[in-house]
């Protein structure tokens, strides 16, 4: 069994950064996909950024060159940096883990078995 705590999210600015960070805990290992995932009111919950089985990163083309998502073994941490905030990225945001994910699956939310609790974040212009 995996758990997810996530914390960071809140609400600033356009154009501002925000961190959010999940703690994994039980039975994970650092060969886990794992990613982050938001969903906004009334709009399907969409793939932002993943950590592949192979260790290769991917991100959704709406947040390629702002969001920035690392992962810390030794932490069992996932982070996920958003830079340049825009309005549009006004969501629930929630981190997900699964023992594989692969480069044309990554963003389909059934492909993960573990989920955060979710975190809000509000982007204002």
């Known amino acids: 069994q995996v758990q997810l705590v996530q914390s960071g999210g809140g609400s600033v600015q356009s154009g501002g950064s925000l961190r959010l960070s999940c703690v994994a805990s039980?039975?994970?290992?650092?060969?886990?996909?794992m990613g982050w995932f938001r969903q906004a009111p009334g709009k399907e919950r969409e793939g932002v950024a993943a950590i592949l089985t192979d260790g290769r990163i991917k991100y959704a083309d709406s947040v390629k060159g702002r969001f920035t998502i690392t992962r810390d073994n030794a932490k069992n941490t996932l982070y996920l940096q958003m830079n340049s905030l825009e309005p549009d990225d006004t969501a629930m945001y929630y981190c997900a883990a699964d023992t594989s994910c692969y480069s044309w699956s990554w963003q389909n939310p059934h492909e993960y078995s573990y989920w955060g609790q979710g975190t809000q974040v509000t982007v204002s212009s």
């Open positions: 039980g039975t994970l290992d650092s060969r886990y996909c």
